[in-house]
């Protein structure tokens, strides 16, 4: 019997203790993500039969399990990808609207029109010039900063992907390491099930989780198989496949990330979603493209279209204008096993056609197809060319072959290439290059307009010129020779290359010269033009103008933060509410530990009274016998 | 509901941390007055904010720009009534100088004062603007636009070129006038026709008076009247060579009326005696000072001479007059120019007003109710953070 009462004490005991070590345990993992509260099942003992009935024979620790719901495991692990996705790219979006909220470009095109009106209210003054002439290359170097800073964000994306791969790498080692230990566990434990290690793992798996979206599948054996993208492996079971981070082969600015099949690395970034890959991959080709290529856009048509302007005036010392900016011609990349050739130019004829996006140019093998990135669109290029699209002309030099590919970037790198092309303030050209006057001897009233240059480079367009009005005065003749040309007053009279109007009734005999307007030094007729594409709607397709577009540009990326921060919200609310049910079935509570502890405490207790009694009763025998 | 204690931390600290930032989002809207820091707090707002930036600079530009305008229309305006003060000055003396019985010493003396307001004329017609820029000289502002010649000759090097400056996005207005349309583009005679004595006329008559009595009629030819005899005359348009009147009979201060002119004539003409009728032509203000000079200066002993001098005076005070009213219609564009500006500014600036109010509805916060969320908040955080530390003490463990 008292051989009994021990057992029973001791197993008892036994019992207490583990519970106390768990109890422990718990509360030792209170701050241990994914730590699983654990539990010890007892079971009472098998009786014996005594004859009059089954006797106790004590309790039995059944197992240790942790107390886990898969499904409310796998909700963490989800939902924490795409709330970790939503919040990196939340806070990345947030960067550029910062930046661009800052409106340094809009305003240096501001400070760009203010100084050319100031050369404008006095075109001989030397020192608006200069001011004018820092504003230019103040401009270019604001797009330049924008666009450095831009860039800096697409290196460090770069840099974060490099990074983020490594330590994809990392977790999927350790948790095919976890699935080896697992089986190594289990089957020394039969079913007991490894608690701290699943925890360890599911821990793993949240972490993965946070870095890029994965598919998880469970393996009978207790393992698992961890897949990215479109079924890319990256462990099963104790095997695992690094993911690399290549540069694009068509597009050195552009780190992809690769996985090795059959030993060749083929990029699977565009099937990657979720966690910081996803965020990171969306705003590298997602805003932060918008932003360049719509920065980018702004310089191109800027720089071209004040450059055409500026080159129907004449400057200081009696040339005709030149360029304000060097506009950088458009850039693209070739596949290195391309067979044809093509070249790029921006086609000056559609300057507002131009769009913010890169494109795909290929060779399907009867045709170039090209694709906008912006938007996906894709159009086939059917003959020989040139093609003129989107404000870009393709020529077409060697032939190509089937799967040449090129990747156009006709904007994007624009405002870093972007320079000032003058250098000397008298170079501004704001002045006409031709004027006209009203010979004094005139006996009528007749007036004629300020000549507009229609085609500037007419090589007469400078050289002097009368129109004579003959007797009766209904027609005059060009320097007084030649056909004798019907006069209407009002009317367009174009001759090498400009154009004037005469207006009132002209005298016979009365004459007009159109001349060279060098020294005209207090002229603006080419500025006043010049200052009206200010508020010219020039770019996206004749809808906007250089400042609305900008607006417009930082209300897209504003829009994006907002919607990126709105998801961001929504996104943290269910993977927060994921957590807390995980978390209330799982989570360690401390005030119910402090009462397992005493629970415990009290039964360790309390078989140890056991113990004691079964001691004096047992020596009550002894001493009875020894009586 | 099971509550774990890491999640019952957790959510004290996400609650904490949630009031916190909107505190954080009313103190800065506080403190900034506006509402939106980046687009993304309102991307519709903000592009519509930089628009209305973009408007509002153009608008503070064009106000600049109309102050320049209205500077210098005013230099002219006031450059102006010097000369025309300085004209009136000339055309007494030249009344003065009209007299018959004034000697031609006393004349010299005369022509010696106009010589130099002559030089004044120079001096207002060569004034440079604020910027140093020569106002009269068009588009040449670095040139001198007046010299005068040492035969006393004055040539204007200026141009046409009119400068204009943008005062609204589809408005720009002449800051100033040309040398040629102020000091050289001036009809002489009577704006439409001008009248002359032949030179070498023998007899004493002259012209007194002439006007367009019919404009319809008017053609702008070269006529002439030429004596055919002591009293009689013949109008021939010598553009046509027809003859428009023929062996009319001269009487002495009758009208001599053809083609919608009309002249009147005293004295004696002499046979072979002819007055010319010319359409206008343009005249400088120093012509016509040396031509007075040249009239003061020139012997009126004989009666012959005697007429001609009379004559070419009233044709000059004719042409100073052409003159005073060249200045003040001058002056009268300008005047309009700046009741345009005027109304242009009004313009600007309550556009300026309206877009402020525009920008401030859209960008600024509203401050009483930033103010009073703000204390809300801050209440909220402190309730939160007793709440965190109230629960918090608790456990189960202070009692074992």
Known sequence: ?????????????????????????????????????????????????????????????????????????????????????????????????????????????????????????????????????????????????QESLLNDFSRDVNRQIGATVGEINELTRAIAQINVDITRGSGAGADAPPNDLLDRRDQ???????????????????????????????????????????????????????????????????????????????????????????????AATLSMTLNEQHRDGMDLMGNLGGDLFITPPPQFNALATNTGTITLAYDTSAIGALEASDYRLRHDGTNFVLTRLSDNSVQNLVGAGPFNVDGLTITVGTAPAAGDEYLLQPTKLAPRLLRAAITDPQEIAVARPVKSS??????????????????VTNGALLTTTTLVFNDPPTTYQVNGAGPLLAYTAGADIDVNG????????????????????????????????????????????????????????????????????????????????????RDELSGVNLDEEAANLIRFQQSYQAAAQIVAAADEAFQALIGALRS | MRVSTANHYRQSLNQIMTIQQRLAKFQSQVATGQRIETPGDDPAGMALVMQIEERAQAALQFARNGDHVEQRLNQVDSLLDNAIGTLQRVRDLTLQGRSEQLSSSDRAAIAQEIRERLSEFVDIGNARNAVGEYIFSGAQTDTRPFTEAANGTVNYLGDQVRRELQISEGRALADGFTGDEVFMRIRNGNGTFAVELQAGNTGSAQITENSVTDIAAYLPHDFRISFTGPNTFDVINDTTATTVLAAQPYVEGAAISFQGISVTMIGTPATGDEFLVEPSANQSVFETFDNLVQTLTSPTGTATEGAVFGFNMDRVIEDIDQVLSNFNQVRAIGGARLNTLFAQQQATDSALLHLETLSSQIQD????????????????????QAAFARVQSISLFNFI
């Open chain 1, 204 to 298: 793993l798996l949240v972490e993965l989780a946070e870095l890029v979206d994965v598919q998880v599948q469970t393996r009978p054996d207790g393992t698992l198989n961890i897949l990215v993208g479109t079924g890319q492996v990256l462990v099963t079971g104790g095997t695992q496949v690094d993911l690399s981070a290549t540069t694009a082969s068509i597009d050195a600015s552009r780190t992809e990330i690769s996985y090795a099949f059959g030993g060749v690395l083929s990029p699977i970034s565009d099937n990657l979603s979720g966690g910081r890959v996803g965020a990171l991959l969306n705003f590298r080709d997602g805003a932060l493209d918008v932003a360049r290529n719509g920065l980018g856009r702004l």
């Open chain 1, 438 to 455: 009203a010979d004094i001897g005139n006996l009528s009233n007749a007036g004629i307009s300020a000549p507009e240059v229609i085609d």
């Open chain 2, 365 to 384: 916060a509203d401050l009483s109710e930033a103010v009073s969320l703000l204390a809300q908040e801050a209440t909220a955080l402190e309730a939160a």
């Open chain 1, 498 to 581: 400009w154009r004037v109007q005469i207006s009132g009734a002209p005298s016979a005999g009365d004459s007009f010269t159109i001349e060279s307007n060098v020294g005209g030094s207090g002229d603006n007729g080419n500025g006043l033009t010049l200052s009206t594409l200010q508020f010219q709607a020039i770019m996206d397709g004749g809808t906007a103008t250089y400042q609305e577009d900008l607006g417009t540009l930082a209300g897209t990326i504003g829009a994006s933060a907002q919607q990126s921060r709105i998801s961001r919200d929504a996104l943290d609310i269910i993977a927060s509410n994921a957590q807390i049910a």
């Open chain 1, 1 to 145: 019997m008292t051989a009994d009462i021990f057992g029973i004490a001791l197993s008892a005991l036994n019992a207490a203790q583990r519970g106390l070590t768990t109890t422990g345990h718990n509360i030792a993992n209170v701050n241990t993500p994914s730590y699983s509260r654990q539990r010890v099942d007892f079971e009472s003992r098998d009786p014996q039969f005594a004859g009059f009935g089954y006797v106790g024979k004590g309790v039995d620790i059944d197992s240790v399990r942790r107390i886990a719901d898969q499904f409310l495991i796998d909700q963490v692990r989800t939902s924490t990808s795409s709330a970790n996705q939503s919040l990196v790219l939340a806070d990345l979006i947030e960067r550029i609207d910062r930046q661009l909220g800052d409106a340094q470009a809009a305003s240096a095109v501001q400070d760009f029109f203010d100084a050319l009106a100031d050369v404008n209210d006095a075109p001989s003054q030397p020192a608006s010039r200069q001011v004018l002439l820092e504003s230019v290359n103040n401009l270019v170097s604001r797009l330049a900063e």
